[in-house]
């Protein structure tokens, strides 16, 4: 059964890093996107980054751009959101999720309704 456990996350101060992963079991990431979501109390989930299944594609929304870098290694079945200079409104859950490989990655399909598995997330907070 296809499953997705994220991992790496916690508490940071305003401008510090995480890296955050996305380990997969019960398939292989060879023919998979994956896509970071997030979060916030009282907002709606947002795609943060996607990747394309060969990893030649990816797609960050604006408020990330230059400071997350989501890569993989479809050998360790596991994909990367490194998160750099992370602001107070970085803070949310985090989730991983995956689709077959069908669709261009770009921003109209990093979309949570674009993909059909999800891990459980994992928290971020950026607090001083």
């Known amino acids: 059964q296809l499953q997705l456990v994220e991992s790496g996350g916690g508490l940071v101060q305003p401008g510090g890093s995480l890296r955050l992963s996305c380990a997969a079991s019960g398939f292989t990431l060879n023919n998979i996107d994956i896509g970071w979501f997030r979060q916030a109390p009282g907002k709606e989930r947002e795609g943060v980054a996607c990747i394309s299944s060969s990893g030649r594609s990816t797609y960050y929304t604006d408020s990330v751009k230059g400071r997350f870098t989501i890569s993989r290694d479809n050998a360790k079945n596991t994909v990367y959101l490194q998160m750099n200079s992370l602001k107070p409104e970085d803070t949310a859950v985090y989730t991983c999720?995956?689709?077959?490989?069908?669709?261009?990655?770009?921003?109209?399909?990093?979309?949570?309704?674009?993909?059909?598995?999800w891990g459980p997330g994992t928290q971020v907070t950026v607090s001083s």
């Open positions: 999720a995956a689709r077959l490989a069908r669709l261009s990655v770009g921003q109209a399909t990093c979309v949570p309704s674009y993909f059909t598995s």
